[in-house]
């Protein structure tokens, strides 16, 4: 079983950054699994955000992240953060670290469904 502990969530102001970690553990993560964050705002559905190959390092963002947001790993640490900047009201979310199984495909999947472990979670909350 995969144990997955998101952390550095809070309160930021707009424009500003904000890097959130995952750190990931137990036997079942591995060098073919991929880790993605995903966001969700009340009353609005799950976001695909950012995610990468564990091994390779190849990374996958939707249009809407990129530029602001940034995922990386900690191979030693098995940490995977994802870095925000200029920050936006509604980049306020419940956002939600996740790690697949064994895949082999080039990138990381983007369909939550492809995810099979999941964090509890970090809020962030942007103001104004």
């Known amino acids: 079983q995969v144990q997955l502990v998101e952390s550095g969530g809070g309160l930021v102001q707009a424009g500003g950054s904000l890097r959130v970690s995952c750190a990931a553990s137990?036997?079942?993560?591995?060098?073919?699994?991929?880790v993605g964050w995903f966001r969700q705002a009340p009353g609005k559905e799950r976001e695909f955000v950012a995610a990468?190959?564990?091994?390779?390092?190849?990374?996958l963002y939707p249009d809407s992240a990129k530029g602001r947001f940034t995922i990386s790993r900690d191979s030693v640490k098995n940490t995977v953060f994802l870095q925000v900047n200029s920050l936006k009201l509604e980049d306020t979310a419940a956002y939600y670290c996740?790690?697949?199984?064994?895949?082999?495909?080039?990138?990381?999947?983007?369909?939550?469904?492809?995810?099979?472990?999941w964090g509890q979670g970090t809020q962030v909350t942007v103001s104004s």
């Open positions: 996740a790690a697949t199984g064994q895949i082999f495909s080039y990138l990381p999947p983007s369909d939550a469904g492809r995810y099979v472990y």
């Open positions: 137990g036997p079942g993560f591995g060098n073919y699994a991929a």
């Open positions: 990468i190959r564990w091994n390779s390092g190849v990374t």
